[in-house]
């Protein structure tokens, strides 16, 4: 499985994808949290060495433009 992530407006997406599927990615989930007018979400993600969890962490991007 490859793990890839992007960050735009609307919130911090999480993409998936898997080698049978040559390694197309789709989105898995977008994490966002409303109430913040973000032009763009960051984050960062990390998988454990055996693959089985997957941990992510999101946030607005505070810097200046």
Do not use: K, P
């Amino acid at each position: 499985m490859a793990l890839a992530t992007s960050g735009d407006g609307t919130g911090f997406h999480v993409l998936a994808g898997w080698e049978q599927n040559g390694y197309v990615c789709s989105t898995v989930t977008t994490l966002r949290e409303d109430g913040f007018d973000a032009d763009t979400w960051i984050g960062s993600t990390c998988v454990t060495g055996l693959g089985r969890v997957r941990g992510c962490r999101v946030g607005e991007d505070h810097r200046a433009r």
